[in-house]
């Protein structure tokens, strides 16, 4: 017998929203807010204080607007270039600009899209640079710096002022090819390694699989936006049950397929 009460996270997968932030300003301490809305979450549902194998999924929004990774369109001049793209396909050029600015390379740059690739290695629509849940109409986010320290950052205070560090992934949208429709994805983490390699070890039929890595930091990432929703103005979710890779892993340095592994180009 025991004291403890019944926590029904223990059965399985489970995605908690925690408390919605206040709104979040460059230079604002994210950690902070971080550290209290989770507080707050512990205040309602002692069972939900953090543990080791729990992950903590931030939107990439809250993150960048924290850092100051925001662009006030009024400000831009944008190139004949990024007009002319605008002006045929009725987009805004001062956003255009912004991509093109942020891009290292142009994948494709056609029918109003810009895919490209940032200098963090992200193949992914506009660069990351978003106008949505902004707070203001003429600016947009940027990505992250340098999300995987971001991630690393949170984890960290989490650790210090609730006294168990949770893993944590800073997560965003991205499109995928061939297919519509978004997911969430992660863009950096800390306290686990994103990719479960199982290539070497056998199947439930017993063959050895060859082929198989599970992105399972994306699949956290996806399963979380679920929970949280676009618009509910709730950029955090509680992940537990899922079964992590050990390791401290990076979303750069591990999931980022290197250009000489590029199939389609």
Known sequence: MTDRPMDPTDDGLSA???PPLPEV???DDLGGMVVDAWQRLIAQRPMLAP???????????????????????????????????????????????????EAVEVVRMERGVLIVRTR???????????????????????????????ARAIRERLGRELGVAPCVIVSDSFGRP??????????GVAGFAPLDDQRGRPDAA?????????????????????????????????????????????????VVMDAASDMFR
């Open 120 to 150: 963090h290695g992200f193949v992914c629509a506009n660069a990351g640079v978003d106008a949505s849940n902004v707070g203001r109409p003429d600016e947009v986010t940027l990505l992250p710096d340098d999300p995987d320290g971001s």
């Open 51 to 101: 543990r080791p194998d729990d992950v903590l999924v931030v939107t990439q929004k809250v993150v960048s607007k924290a850092e100051g990774r925001i662009v006030d369109l009024s400000t831009v001049e944008p190139r004949p270039q990024a007009v002319e793209f605008a002006t045929r396909w009725q987009r805004d050029p001062r956003q255009v600009e912004v991509v093109l600015r």
């Open 25 to 27: 300003r460059p230079g």
């Open 16 to 18: 908690i929203p925690l």
């Open 178 to 187: 061939w297919r519509w429709g978004i997911v969430d994805v992660a863009l």
């Open 206 to 254: 017993g063959r050895v699989m060859q082929a198989t890595v599970v992105a399972v930091a994306d699949q956290i990432a996806s399963a979380a936006e679920l929970a949280s929703g676009k618009t509910s103005g709730r950029p955090l979710v509680l992940v537990r049950g899922a079964t992590l890779p050990p390791g401290d892993g990076s979303v750069v340095r591990d």
